[in-house]
């Protein structure tokens, strides 16, 4: 074996980091054909029967890592924290996939950006996490950046962007249960529950607006649960090779991806408040992952 040699160790780490912001840029890639395939189908189905579909496919291309495993491989003691991290995630992505029909994609993306600062300051309230000033610095320059986003008082809140803004809070909560859920549960055991809970619950609303998919319909659906599950096993990987401060800033192509998609397939575009508002969003969040990895090389007590 090899010795272990600073050289060694720094080229360790700069691939990581690559790795890890080619994990992440493939998250966002894969998020913006999830949504852009849904923005496309929902002139023809009803919101409920794609999330249904999105879903299930996901479990479809699940269903190989489950074989490898067995039913011992997604034994667990937290039923009822999965059943609310499902429930959670399934609100933020009825959300998501309703605003897409009031506002442009690029809005959505750049919106949910405040997911993590959110995240942030739910741990320090519901998990008991350490109240860094940071933390609220971050969460205040973040929310200053939605303001401008969605301009309330200067411009009426339209239904896309109260439908956005209620899936971030989703999608914080989603991610209070996942930071829980990661003290004793393996990564992937927390998808696997992820997508029963999805694809069992999502089935009940779909049934009541039912309509059959035609076979281009069908091809694009089983390509969106694709994007869907590439969404979510990129951003883990990302984040498992590389600090928060590496990947984080990929999360941003988000943005210009989802305002690239949106204005080639449906010729909407995010005005400049969108853009000022994403990027005001995008530096509160690097801010705040550099001081928790600083802190965290320091020795400060963190979260895990």
Request: hydrophobic share 55%.
């Amino acid at each position: 074996m090899s010795a272990v040699t600073p050289t060694n160790l720094q080229k360790f780490r700069q691939s990581g980091a690559v790795r890890g912001a080619s994990w992440m840029m493939l998250s966002a890639f894969g998020w913006t054909i999830m949504i852009s395939l849904a923005r496309g189908l929902q002139d023809e189905i009803h919101t409920f029967e794609i999330v249904f579909f999105r879903s299930a496919f996901a479990l479809v291309f699940f269903l190989p890592w489950f074989w490898g495993k067995g039913f011992s491989g997604v034994r667990t003691q937290r039923i009822g924290m999965h059943m609310a991290r499902g429930l959670a995630g399934l609100a933020a992505i009825y959300l998501l996939f309703g605003a897409l029909l009031f506002i442009p994609m690029g809005d959505v993306a750049a919106i949910t950006f405040t997911r993590p600062l959110l995240a942030s300051v739910g741990a320090v309230i519901f998990l008991h996490e350490v109240a860094r000033g940071h933390r609220w610095i971050a969460t205040g320059i973040g929310m200053i950046g939605a303001f401008i986003i969605v301009r309330p008082g200067i411009s009426p809140l339209s239904p896309g962007q109260i439908m956005a803004l209620a899936c971030v809070v989703a999608m914080a909560v989603s991610s209070l249960t996942v930071k829980s859920l990661a003290r004793t549960e393996h990564p992937d055991v927390t998808v696997m529950y992820q997508i029963i809970v999805f694809t069992t619950l999502s089935l009940i609303p779909a049934l009541f607006v039912w309509t059959m998919p035609t076979l281009e319909q069908f091809a694009r659906l089983v390509s969106l649960g694709l994007a869907g599950m590439l969404t979510q096993r990129a951003m883990t990987r990302a984040y498992t090779v590389a600090d928060a401060t590496i990947v984080l800033p990929f999360e941003y192509t988000r943005l210009p991806f989802a305002a690239l998609m949106g204005l080639v397939l449906f010729g909407e575009f995010p005005d400049q408040f969108v853009w000022l508002g994403g990027t005001v969003i995008f530096v509160a969040t690097i801010y705040m992952a550099h001081r928790e990895t600083r802190d965290l090389r320091a020795g400060k007590e963190v979260s895990p």
